[in-house]
């Protein structure tokens, strides 16, 4: 069940960024609980990491907003960072500093890679191709093809996107914007369940897991604010399809059918509503898709 519909389907770049994203995810959640789990095998926890780094870099290549994977690495380096400083810091901390780094590289590296490319077939120009002009966008400061289609052609930027024309676009978007924002809250606030029968590994998975919860629901966060911010708002529908917090938060939502919100005269189930709206919606979104109209 997603709102991105067609695109999944189609051979367009959404299905391939949420594979590679969610097992990038996974292996980064298995490193996390072998970090936290006393005796684990330190060269496994390694291996989670690096082979973590390597499936988000390669989902950043597909599509730019993977960067946002990035903070999962970035927040566990900087925790570990201070250790350093103070030279308290164990072999095995050591070992996951260094893995945490190249991860967070190769995420970058999955962002700066198609940039590179670009530069090489637009800005450097042979010595026989005198006459002809560079791209515009090649002396800029950072020469970034991305940024530069974006704001010359899609006329991406902060609230540029805020017209009154564009109202019923943001309108469009809202329900999958109050849905990310609310999942995201959600994970945030998220803490681990357990039973008084539960053993200590239950109990540490659970923690681990309500960890993880929280890390993946910043990326999807930031996400949604730059999307309402910056971005043509209506592509959230698509984006959101590479973004797991949601997908979790909605199967609860959906499976608490016994829940009602009351609106005068009118009882609603949160669940039946949402998965309704995304079926609805990915039906209409097929056919404004053909006709070659937002949100394609």
Not at 132 to 142: A, G, K, M, P, Y
Not at 173 to 187: G, K
Request: hydrophobic share 50%; net charge positive; proline share 5%.
């Amino acid at each position: 069940m997603s709102p991105a519909g067609l695109f999944l389907s189609a051979p367009y770049s959404e299905a391939l960024f949420s594979l590679l994203t969610f097992a990038g995810l996974a292996y980064y959640r298995n490193g996390l609980f072998l970090a936290h789990v006393e005796g684990a095998s330190q060269s496994a926890r390694d291996y989670s990491i690096l082979l973590s780094g390597i499936f988000l870099g390669l989902a950043t290549t597909v599509r730019s907003n993977g960067l946002l994977n990035g903070f999962l690495f970035a927040y566990d380096f900087l925790k570990i960072v201070p250790s350093l400083w103070t030279l308290k810091i164990s072999v095995s901390q050591f070992r996951r500093l260094a893995m945490l780094g190249i991860g967070g590289v190769l995420v970058a590296v999955g962002g700066l890679l198609p940039q590179w490319v670009a530069y090489q077939e637009y800005c450097q120009l042979p010595p026989t191709s005198s006459g002809v002009e560079r791209r515009l966008w090649c002396t800029n400061t950072f020469p970034s093809i991305y940024a530069w289609v974006q704001s010359s052609y899609w006329n991406v930027g902060f609230l540029r996107y805020w017209t009154i024309s564009n109202l019923p676009l943001f309108l469009l978007a809202a329900p999958m914007l109050l849905v990310m924002v609310r999942s995201s809250v959600w994970a945030f606030s998220s803490k681990a369940v357990t039973s008084p029968s539960s053993t200590l590994s239950e109990q540490s998975r659970a923690s681990i897991s309500a960890m993880c919860l929280r890390r993946f629901a910043l990326p999807q966060l930031l996400l949604s604010i730059l999307a309402f911010t910056n971005y043509h708002v209506q592509i959230i529908t698509r984006l959101s399809s590479g973004y797991v917090v949601w997908y979790w938060w909605a199967a609860l939502v959906v499976g608490a059918d016994d829940k009602q919100i009351k609106m005068g005269k009118w009882r609603l189930q949160p669940g039946k509503l949402m998965s309704r709206w995304m079926v609805m919606y990915a039906i209409i979104q097929a056919g404004l898709f053909a006709s070659f109209l937002p949100p394609a």
